[in-house]
């Protein structure tokens, strides 16, 4: 059997019992079959057919992004627009032209990124500012959120939507005084838009994940959750499997209830290789904190009372999730503010009792009440978090959020103070900065691009934030034996860097220097 010896290195396992070591030996189908000193691994197996000397560089298990659009990270990076950063309206209107002139064999022009908090205008774009762009064109932009999109005149035509079309429960379909659109849809309404939109080849998904995998790997992320897929993302994903194409490990999430309509998407047969895994389903249960559509306990600043969406109610929701979990699913759910939680709570006990064995989870869990505390407990459940949006979205929650909130936002330390697992996320491209360091400095200091500090209580130390990025995400999984510590038995995934964190007092700065997966070098960085 052909082994291969890695040494001189300093690895942190994430194992409790063993947590440091100098060598590890791998096998030819890339698992781990032994860790611990050189000496250990030269008197065990003698001989090797290659060894590697890291030279005393820092070696850390695979990091695991627990929930990111990977096919969307991968469309900005090919088919789309971003507009993520721009500072006005007059700048995206600039760059929407550019990418039009550019493109003249697009038909539909995708962008996405808007975010009005950080625009000197403090307002979305309507179709009025699109179609004085691109009037000849459908153009669709998409905020930085993903819960509101903006369309021109050309697009909403072939929606076939107009003042008297029915707003989809759960959605909302905004209008001037007068009544005439302003373009922008929420939440379920943006289907009413992107139903509309082609889908997309098997060619274009490929270029896009490959292309999203190639990115991931450059920044250490070695296995990454998708969280919301329709039939033909995940066949693409199947058939990129199947031609062995994958180089990121996936968890894929098939989504059951798409935006603007009321039909549920079937349920796909359960897959599961070393690279995909299809056995969650997802839901929305409400919008996003950033676009003010999350559904809170209490009204947002500057409203007239207005506390958020549901998208959901509770006998739509538990049914069409009682399907999935009699065929054995897992179910993962979007719940950001306090009546999204609580109803996806109340469900989600109701499916404990049919199935106990199933681990559920929360996507991004922006308060919990102690009830919430104690059924996440009860249910060994798994809350998916993203500190990142501290750092990118904190303008969007100042002017948002009650002071109150803002003290109790995304509670990482109170999740791991009641032994609830952590594992931490980016939801890019929600956010720009997908870097898992940055993220990790994040969870940290609770600190945003400016310095301003939300949720101080809320801080976690490194150890455990790596653990949430490696360990915690490898139990949302639920695939802690194969991956997440690097340990006998276990996927050879390690990442090499150009610094130890442990010796840092600003980890935001690390950076990747090569992913190995399956044993494998699959990035090296150019120097």
């Not at 009413?192 to 992320?221: D, R, V, W």
């Not at 047969?269 to 997802?282: A, N």
């Not at 909130?405 to 330390?413: A, I, Q, R």
């Amino acid at each position: 059997m052909a082994l291969k010896l890695i040494h001189n290195a300093i690895i942190f396992t994430m194992e409790s019992a063993s947590p440091k070591a100098d060598s590890m030996v791998i096998n030819h189908l890339g698992i781990i079959e032994a860790i611990g000193t050189e000496e250990e691994m030269r008197n065990q197996f003698h001989s090797f057919s290659e060894e590697i000397n890291f030279k005393g560089k820092t070696i850390v298990p695979g990091l695991n992004d627990a929930h990111i659009h990977v096919w969307k990270i991968g469309h900005l990076r090919t088919y789309m627009l971003d507009v993520r950063g721009v500072k006005s309206i007059v700048e995206f209107k600039k760059l929407l032209k550019d990418f039009t002139d550019k493109n003249p064999s697009s038909y539909w022009i995708m962008a996405r990124g808007i975010n009005e908090m950080v625009l000197e205008e403090k307002r979305l774009p309507t179709k009025e500012d699109l179609d004085e762009v691109v009037s000849d064109r459908p153009v669709f932009v998409i905020r930085t959120c993903a819960h509101i999109g903006i369309a021109n005149s050309k697009a909403i035509e072939l929606s076939h939507v107009d003042e008297a079309t029915e707003v989809p429960f759960g959605g909302e379909i905004r209008k001037n005084e007068d009544g005439s659109l302003q373009g922008i849809f929420t939440e379920r309404a943006l289907g009413l838009i992107m139903n509309t939109i082609p889908p997309f080849t098997f060619e274009e998904y490929k270029n896009m994940i490959l292309e999203a995998h190639n990115y991931l790997l450059s920044l250490g992320i070695t296995s990454a959750t998708d969280p919301a897929a329709n039939e033909e993302l995940l066949a693409a994903y199947i058939q990129l499997d199947k031609e062995g194409l994958l180089r990121v490990r996936m968890n894929v999430f098939p989504l059951r209830i798409p935006d603007g309509s009321d039909e549920i998407q079937p349920l796909p047969e359960q897959y599961e290789s070393d690279f995909l895994q299809i056995k969650t389903v997802k839901f929305f249960s409400d919008g996003g904190l950033s676009s003010a559509t999350a559904a809170l306990n209490v009204p947002y600043k500057n409203t007239d009372g207005y506390k958020g969406v549901l998208r959901l109610d509770y006998e739509k929701f538990y049914q069409t999730a009682k399907e999935a979990v009699e065929k054995g699913f897992s179910v993962a759910t979007h719940a950001i503010g306090h009546q999204a939680v609580d109803l996806t709570l109340k469900v989600y006990r109701d499916l404990f009792k049919m199935d106990p064995t199933l681990k559920h989870r929360i996507e991004h869990v922006g308060f919990l009440s102690n009830e919430n505390i104690k059924d996440f407990k009860q249910m060994n459940m798994t809350a998916a978090m993203q500190p990142i949006f501290i750092y990118e979205l904190a303008n969007n929650f100042k002017s948002t959020l009650p002071e109150a909130l803002l003290d109790v936002v995304y509670p990482c330390k109170t999740v791991l103070d009641n032994g609830i697992n952590l594992a931490l996320s980016t939801d890019g491209p929600v956010v720009k900065e997908i870097n898992p360091w940055v993220n990790i400095e994040t969870a940290i200091t609770r600190k945003a691009a400016d310095g301003f500090v939300i949720g101080e209580s809320q801080k976690i130390t490194l150890q455990q934030a790596l653990y949430a990025y490696t360990v915690g995400s490898a139990v949302a999984d639920n695939l802690k034996d194969k991956k997440g510590s690097l340990s006998k038995g276990k996927y050879a995934d390690f990442i090499v860097l150009d610094e130890n964190p442990h010796e840092l007092l600003d980890v935001s700065t690390i950076q990747t220097n090569e992913s190995w997966v399956e044993g494998k070098l699959y990035y090296k960085k150019e120097i």
